[in-house]
């Protein structure tokens, strides 16, 4: 019982989107069963795109209620970032998710944060989406830290020992 009332006294994120300036999937992860198929998930990335296209959250996060849910989303460039809680989850608590998940592909891309430069480093976006969250719960929240643990898993293993080296954020 005390288990599953700290588990409810956390936040809990129900997905991290990752969009192109199209609302075309770049990365994402879901982290609750609301959306049971694949139909559903793209239906719900197409409602929140066209409903927040019209936005300017170039410069800071934004924030609407859609379907029962809190989303914050910012824009950088051509891609579009989204982090969807309940419409109970403490906004400020999604806003930092936001926050290091943009912060984290900004390092990760080396400020060169468009839809090429994302999908040529797509094994780089996962990892960091899964360095964010796990199952719904948050993890980390810092940009540098993330982009650095990400940098770290994506050293090659099968190089050779001389030839490796670790990825440093900027």
């Known amino acids: 019982m005390a288990t599953s009332a700290r588990r409810d006294a956390c936040p809990a994120i129900k997905n991290l989107l990752l969009l192109d300036s199209e609302g075309r ?3 994402v992860k879901y982290y609750t069963d609301e959306w049971p198929t694949n139909a559903a998930k793209l239906a719900f990335e197409r409602s929140i795109f066209a409903k927040t296209l019209k936005t300017n959250a170039r410069t800071e996060a934004e ?3 859609f379907e029962n ?3 914050l989303y910012k824009f950088i460039q051509d891609l579009h970032l989204f982090v969807t809680g309940g ?7 999604l806003a930092s998710v936001l926050q290091g998940f943009s912060e ?3 390092l990760l891309l080396r ?10 480093n797509l094994d780089m976006m996962f990892l960091c989406l899964d360095e964010i969250v796990d199952a719904g719960m948050i993890l980390e929240t810092d940009g540098s830290l993330i982009a650095g643990k990400v940098a770290t898993h994506s050293i090659d293993d099968g190089a050779p020992l001389s030839e490796q080296y670790l990825v440093r954020p900027l």
């Open 111 to 120: 400020g060169n944060v468009d839809q090429r430069e994302a999908l040529e």
């Open 87 to 93: 419409d109970n989850e403490n906004e400020l608590a």
């Open 63 to 65: 924030i609407v209620m």
């Open 69 to 71: 849910n809190v989303v």
């Open 104 to 106: 984290a592909v900004t």
């Open 25 to 27: 999937r770049v990365a």
